[in-house]
């Protein structure tokens, strides 16, 4: 079984940054996809950014190309999301999300239906 604990949400305001963290609770961490998803009020939730733990290239939505940055820690078995420049149409909740090991591939990992394990989210806010 895989825990996902997401934090580093809160307030801010336009063009500040947010570091999001996801802490993986898990025996393995490597082989499998990870990724950043958002959902706001009324809309479907989307990627945001992905990565194949094992050193595949990562996935940004192009909303988020150039702001944001996806990066991990396999050693601490940890996910990060540096989200600089915010806008106030990036505010959501945003989940921390898992596959099982050697599921996937580089190039589903930025499908959500790839995943098996989700955080519970953190709330992220950015305000004009």
């Known amino acids: 079984q895989v825990q996902l604990v997401e934090s580093g949400g809160g307030s801010v305001q336009a063009g500040e940054s947010l570091m999001l963290s996801c802490e993986v609770l898990?025996?393995?961490?490597?082989?499998?996809?990870m990724g950043w998803f958002r959902q706001a009020p009324g809309k479907v939730r989307e990627v945001v950014a992905s990565?194949?733990?094992?050193?595949?290239?990562?996935y940004y939505d192009e909303s988020v190309k150039g702001r944001f940055t996806v990066s991990q820690d396999s050693a601490r078995k940890e996910l990060y999301l540096q989200m600089n420049s915010l806008k106030p149409e990036d505010s959501a909740m945003y989940y921390c999300?898992?596959?099982?090991?050697?599921?996937?591939?580089?190039?589903?990992?930025?499908?959500?239906?790839?995943?098996?394990?989700w955080g519970q989210g953190t709330q992220v806010f950015v305000s004009s």
């Open positions: 999300a898992a596959s099982r090991p050697t599921y996937g591939t580089n190039s589903s990992c930025p499908v959500a239906s790839t995943y098996h394990y």
């Open positions: 990565i194949y733990t094992t050193g595949a290239p990562t």
């Open positions: 898990a025996y393995q961490y490597d082989d499998r996809c």
